[in-house]
């Protein structure tokens, strides 16, 4: 064999040998049950039956802390009467947790002259909350999750009204708990995607596999006898998140740890994101940008607030993990393993680059969190005070922690460059949740004309939907619908939108057709289903108005919408004895509402019960004083009796 063809074939040899293993180890570095949609979850007690040492550790930290039935073991509350009272004085009602046997319910109540004239009583079936900051209530009607209106801070240990519910937006027990708050404080549950808040089962904590990702194929591999010493060489049949890189870290803790405006991709939903993973794959997380008040921080923005330091934005190797230990709880973790993190970078602990003075530092026992970490009050939970994660040099000064000078826009923390329909979903949110103002509008229209890409047309147009229904535009709204047909639209808020921009137009024959698509696709949307019945209701549709509203009421007989419209079906139908039945259950379930205390006046003065008319219609006057309706009644029945 000539020499030369020797050579060549010793090249592509030596070719083939130099490619051949990286491809192998590129292909065996491949986490296996990240992107495997077979590989499924098993659930925290088969995890433990290996990892018995790590699960009780684990159970003890705020993540396996995190939600719980509602035992007087898991409460960190204090049911004294001196502590066990809460007032809203501006909805005027009472608000007093208390044990029945080893039940806990909540009661609302509301006095006038000290007599009790209200009184709704609720049972609690959860418990959000390690009890390290809050204990939060959560009670199931039918599978529908709704949060009750107080929390026990446990560090100021005092009742108070829940975060969110204070100054007038007290929504009584109406919150829903949604998946989105579901998938963040618990393990993933098994939720019904045609509603906003129905679950068929719950977890009772977050659990291993938020972490690792779903177990089945380690589990498969190990019982079959594949073992895996992985103090050589990585078990890649489940996510170990020490062996990600520094940014894939950061992506399974910011999963919930980057508390803001978190957008999903199309067809993406809460339960996609896999360690192992960009989170960007799934959503991308926004966060306001202020001028002052930069020790202003959200309590679960950890990762929003260390990338804002210089430590991290330096290293370019600093995760959750270089602190911490997520199987062990910070309660348990001994000072030293923070301290020595600093060390480990800042010349080690004779800490030589601190300017600070000696007897300070001795002082403070040479504890670099003190100083660079201190704790601070959240904007969003009262009454808790956090480790802000914003490592600085200094204390931030009176001028620089004093209030807000400026809106600069919000920030994607998970995605240096989102695209412009994600930014214009991302101002809708942020407008829609928390700070309704035209401006983030205008901001939503500004990125939406900025989407020049193929498919821009069509998802541009449910968001410009969106953007004109909050503008609260209805003709624009319905404009943009005009080349739609509903059966052929798959989304139901969309649906719905289109439903109510007509109705607000006086259409309602034109509406109609939307909310039926709305609640097609979304069933068990309890408000979806009561703007479809009231549509039907508008049109003289009452045989089926009435099978929507009896549908929702087996759903849950507390809804209140329902109970009010059954009652005022009932009452023109002349069945006045179930009609009032309805009545005073809304009347029960939200004493102020303005539609039941027109329908109980009606009712009263049809027959011929003239002061308890004129008792409700002074009732909805306390409440809405400008309320021309009940003006008008007032004034008619004052005329005639």
Partial sequence: MPVRFIRS???????IALIYPTFYCNKQQTWLNVYDTGVHYVGMATCRSCHEEVYKTFSQTGMGRSF????????AADFTPEHALVYDSVLNYYYKPFWQNDSLH?????????DTVHKLVHTINYIV?????????IFNVNGYLYQAPIT??????????????????NSRFGRMIELECMSCHNGY?????????KFSQVQLGIDCERCHGPGSLHVTEKLAGHIVDTSKTPDYTIVNPRRLSTELQNNVCQRCHLQGIAVLNDNKSFFDFRPGMRLSEVMNVFMPEYEGARDKMIMASHVERMKKSNCYIQSGKMSCITCHNPHVSVKFTPRSQYINACSGCHAGA???????????????????VTCHMPHNSS????????????????????????????FFGLQCFNNDHPNAITKARAYIEFHERYAPTGALLDSALFYLDQDKSKEAGALQNKDLIRVYFLMNDPAKVTALASGLQPENLSDAWTAYRIGESYTRLGKNDAALAWFARAVSLWKYSLDFENKYGTCLLSLGKTDEALKVFRFILDENPDNISANTNLGFICMHSGDMNTARNYQLAAATLDPDNRQNLINMAVWSYTMNRYDDARKAIEHLLHKYPNDEQAQAMLQDLNAKH
């Fill in 9 to 15: 074939s010793l090249l592509i040899l030596v070719a």
């Fill in 68 to 75: 719980g039935l509602a035992t007087k073991e898991k409460s």
């Fill in 106 to 114: 909540i009661m609302e109540f509301r006095l006038e002259h000290g």
């Fill in 129 to 137: 909350g390690s009890g390290q900051h809050t204990n939060s209530h």
């Fill in 152 to 169: 026990f801070y446990t560090q100021k240990h005092k009742w108070d009204l829940a975060p969110g519910f204070e100054k007038g937006a």
């Fill in 189 to 197: 549950p098994q939720f019904n995607a045609e509603s906003e808040n």
């Fill in 350 to 368: 004779d800490q030589k680059h601190c300017t600070e003075k000696e007897a300070v530092r001795q002082a403070q026992g040479n504890d670099c």
């Fill in 379 to 406: 904007i969003d939970i009262p009454h808790v005070a956090v480790t802000d994660h914003y490592i600085r040099r200094r204390p931030l000064s009176d001028t620089q922690a004093s209030k807000i000078t400026a």
